[in-house]
């Protein structure tokens, strides 16, 4: 018989996450954002009995009409009909695979897939997720074997949509992937929107907020165009919890409510949205203050979820309704609500919404003072969180997954700290600096131990091509881009190449994704673990050095003074107050003729007077937290000292993402053999088409340059972002040649001009020198990490534009064999702040790349200044034989005591990250 393709309802997901008010993560209240069903085409699956060739038993007939009574059932909707459904449906799949004569119908595995499609469905409505996954899996090789593509899409996305809420988030973007690329095959709009809207409620959760919009932006433009209103409320219900997330409570208020509206205006297969609607609306309630409307919201949400069965909704209802009496002090009916809460995610196995509610009932406790009851919680929290992470392949989602949970680690902290206070021997200041270890630079980690382990070693041909063919699209479109922007141009055409762009950099990052999943190698790895207090005394200190390390809080923040034989602890200012003080230090501090300046005078109280019996003559090592990442600690005032004197004056200082990381440096490069050369430099690059260099050189048909204008330049999108601009570095030329004649000519390269290139910075050759010096322009950009980097030559020897831009991708990718590399260049210590992660910038490309210790910049440095401290600087290292970081202590003395350099300005920007010995 001829039948219509089927498509039964794409599964919902009733996703929780946290919201997000100014830049404080607040992961109270569970949010629900759709990864949302093709509720709009569960149609009446056609069944024509008439149609159909009877078999003498009447199997056949029988299958259809029970499989027709379950649809009946099924949208009836409530916890009782589904449960009739399931009977319906598995009375129906016996009859199907019972029937004898296959030829009486010919897709009858497209019968059979649809029937466990709903069982499918019902199971996961029910909360049953595992159930439900099984019977999905069990449908996709039926409709494999049938060639029913559409229905494979989607049952790879009820798949994708079961290891969401599992919150196995990796498993459940690449069953979203798989199903997008066949519904775009076979021109399925409906499903293609769907498979869109759930990769954006993936990127959600993870903490990657624009990349999410853009996903829901594109589904609501389908789903428009296809009058899919209920789709469209999805996908408003979706957007609406993005602007939440941003703080813009009223625009997160509109969208909510266009999404009930539509909602309440669909039939009655559509009607789980309505409670979705209306709990999204009572949050932003909650987020308002006015916490009896948000309780209006929630009850009438946990109403409508009782009547379906929702065990996940219930819970959400429930747990929303405790934030509610919460926030009224009403503590113990919070509680209460969140104890009815917990059992119900523990039966649904959202390990994520579990934690959340585990952690609200530890705030809680928190607040009224039973800390060892919240502590219990907490660690309950903390286990799970460890373990979802670990499940995400993509290291740059599982850094934006660990961004989103640090607020869990930061209660933790404060709980074991406050029992430090009731009980000071008892080791928790001990136990709070393993958490604060344990809550940052875990991907940068994971990194380090990943790079010498070569890991594309048995990954399939095909990926590692894939690989490549992506790298070298990414150069190609480098090379467009300086032809486009260099000559004339519309604003349309310098978006599409941006969109070319920011879609081969997401290609390349899912294959990078799919390398480390499907890598023996990386199997094998043993996740490194953050070091505990006697690992660090052991393995990172010695009798001469003291770890600082720095965690901000929202009440009060806390630093731990550490020697190899001691711990103490201290409670600082919040974090906002401490953010306050750097800000005007950063402000004041990048300005030339202020040579001291009561900012820093303040920040020093704040955050060093409390240690000042700790700091006696030793080597600094400091792990900062937040805005204190950006502050150049050689700069802070002495305590207790009447004039002003740097702290570099008594301290050798050395900056760390955490102490955790110097432990697998030395791991890492124990064995390694010193690189057979001393030194290679690249300096003076070619930037503009009047440099002086390019006269009388052949210029074949390049387009004309407008110079110094921004905007026609390569790199448009990184400079403009970074602020920087692309003029001659005269004085690094000098710079290089004095540092070059410290060393003889047969131990040393310099790459100059023209070949202080991408091509020189890329060679294999690099990885024969020790130090390897950049001096350059650099460009740190904060919105698009993947495209900061080091600015080389932008013009080859016949005066044709290249790509000049070595980006982060291609340091990670390089194999270096230096023990120091310096990027004597602007704003090279920066990046782009991810919380539980630091700076995310060159620093960690090069170390991934081989070299232990970076010398970087925290700002915009001086041409001049920084030529007079780099020729020091290499003195004392190549001459006097000092180790780096003594040497650039040093030098930065130096240059402090010349009349002409006081002002911080001039010294304090570079400061060494990693090894010190």
């Known amino acids: 018989m001829s039948m219509t393709k089927f498509q039964i309802c794409d599964s919902r997901q009733w996703q929780l996450l946290p919201f997000v008010t100014g830049h404080s993560i607040i992961l109270f209240t569970n949010i629900l954002l759709f990864s949302e069903s093709n509720a709009a085409t569960a149609r009446q699956y056609p069944v024509n009995i008439a149609q159909i060739k009877q078999t003498s038993d009447g199997t056949l007939v029988a299958a259809e009409l029970a499989y027709k009574e379950g649809k009946q059932l099924y949208e009836q909707g409530t916890a009782e009909s589904l449960l009739q459904a399931i009977a319906k449906f598995e009375e129906s799949l016996s009859l199907y695979r019972q029937v004898s004569d296959r030829s009486a119908a010919p897709n009858l595995r497209s019968l059979e897939a649809a029937t466990l499609v709903y069982i499918g469905k019902i199971y996961s409505n029910l909360g049953q997720k595992h159930q439900a996954l099984d019977h999905y899996k069990q449908s996709l090789p039926l409709s494999q074997q049938a060639g029913d593509k559409q229905a494979q899409g989607t049952t790879l996305n009820n798949i994708g949509k079961i290891y969401s809420e599992l919150a196995e988030k990796q498993k459940a973007l690449d069953y979203y992937n798989q199903s997008l690329s066949l519904r775009r095959q076979v021109g399925d709009k409906n499903g293609e929107a769907i498979s869109l809207n759930n990769i954006g409620s993936v990127y959600h959760f993870l903490g990657e907020k624009q990349k999410a919009l853009d996903y829901y932006n594109q589904s609501l433009l389908i789903k428009r165009q296809e009058g899919n209103n209920a789709g469209i409320a999805t996908t408003l219900n979706n957007i609406g919890k993005v602007y939440l997330d941003l703080g813009e409570n009223e625009k997160a208020l509109s969208y909510f409510s266009q999404s009930l509206s539509l909602y309440q205006q669909t039939k009655n297969a559509e009607k789980e949205g309505i409670p979705t609607a209306l709990s999204n609306i009572g949050t932003v309630y909650l987020e308002l203050a006015e916490q009896q409307k948000a309780l209006s919201y929630f009850n009438q949400a946990l109403v409508l979820y009782r009547q379906a069965g929702d065990k996940g909704g219930i819970a959400t209802a429930l747990n929303n309704i405790g934030k509610a009496y919460s926030n009224l002090g009403e503590y113990q009916k919070a509680l209460d609500y969140y104890n009815q809460s917990l059992p119900l995610y523990q039966q649904t196995g959202n390990k994520a919404r579990e934690a959340r509610t585990l952690y609200n009932i530890a705030s809680v406790q928190h607040d009224g003072g039973n800390f060892q009851a919240a502590l219990t919680q907490i660690e309950g929290v903390i286990k799970i969180v460890e373990d979802l992470r670990t499940k995400i392949s993509s290291q740059e989602l599982r850094t934006s997954y660990f961004a989103t949970v640090q607020n869990y680690y930061e209660l933790y902290i404060d709980l074991l700290m406050q029992l430090h206070k009731q009980q000071p021997s008892q080791g928790y200041d001990a136990l709070a600096l393993q958490t604060s270890e344990r809550a940052r630079a875990r991907s940068l980690l994971e990194l380090l131990t990943e790079a010498n382990a070569n890991i594309r070693q048995g990954v399939e041909p095909k990926l590692l091509s894939q690989e490549r063919d992506l790298q070298q699209q990414l150069d190609t479109l480098e090379k467009r881009r300086i032809q486009l922007l260099g000559g004339n141009h519309t604003e349309a055409q310098a978006q599409a190449l941006e969109k070319e762009n920011e879609t081969l950099l997401e290609q390349y990052k899912q294959v990078q994704a799919q390398i480390r999943a499907t890598s023996p190698r990386y199997a094998a790895l043993t996740q490194p673990q953050p070091l505990s207090l006697v690992q660090i005394q052991q393995q990172v200190l010695d009798d001469n050095t003291l770890l600082l390390e720095y965690s901000l809080g929202e009440k009060r923040s806390y630093v731990w003074a550490v020697t190899n034989k001691s711990i103490t602890s201290y409670e600082l200012p919040k974090r906002a107050d401490i953010e306050a003080t750097v800000q005007k230090f950063r402000q004041e501090i990048t300005t030339p003729y202020l040579r001291n300046s009561p900012s820093i005078d303040v920040l020093s109280q704040q955050i060093l007077a409390p240690v000042t019996q700790q700091l006696q003559k030793k080597r600094l090592v400091v792990v900062s937290d937040g805005a204190l990442q950006y502050v150049p600690f050689a700069a802070l005032a002495t305590p207790r000292s009447s004039s002003y004197e740097p702290l ?23 064995e ?89 910075a890329s060679s294999e050759n690099l990885n024969q020198y020790q130090i390897i010096h950049f001096a350059t322009h650099g460009i740190l950009n904060s919105k698009h990490p993947e495209l900061s980097g080091v600015v080389l030559s932008l013009f080859d020897e016949k005066g044709m534009p290249q790509n000049g831009f070595l980006r982060l991708h291609d340091i990670f990718n390089l194999n270096l064999q230096a023990e120091l590399v310096v990027l004597s260049a602007c704003k090279t210590g920066l990046g782009e702040e991810v919380k539980g992660e630091g700076l995310v910038g060159l620093t960690r490309g090069f170390m991934y790349a081989g070299s232990p210790r970076v010398v970087v910049s925290l700002w915009s440095v001086d041409d001049q200044a920084t030529s007079e401290l780099m020729k020091v600087f290499y003195k004392k290292m190549l001459q006097e034989g000092l180790k780096p970081a003594a040497a650039l202590r040093t030098a930065q003395i130096e240059i402090w005591q010349t009349q002409k350099y006081t002002a911080p300005y001039y010294w304090a920007a570079f400061t060494l990250q990693g090894e010190w010995k």
Do not use: C, M, W, Y
Request: glycine share 0%.
């Open 648 to 670: 570099l004056l008594n301290h050798e200082i050395i900056t760390l993402p955490s102490a955790s990381t110097l432990a697998i440096l030395r791991s890492e490069h124990k």
């Open 672 to 760: 390694r053999k010193s690189a057979p050369k001393k030194l290679v430099v690249l300096a003076d690059p070619i930037f503009n088409s009047d440099d002086e260099r390019l006269q009388g050189k052949v210029q074949l048909s390049r387009p004309p340059v407008a110079e110094n204008n921004l905007d026609n330049l390569a790199l448009t999108r990184s400079a403009k972002d970074s602020d920087i601009n692309f003029e001659r570095l005269r004085f690094t030329r000098q710079e290089a040649e004095q540092i070059l004649s410290l060393v003889p000519v047969s131990d040393r390269k310099q790459a100059f001009d023209f070949t202080a290139s991408r091509t020189t």
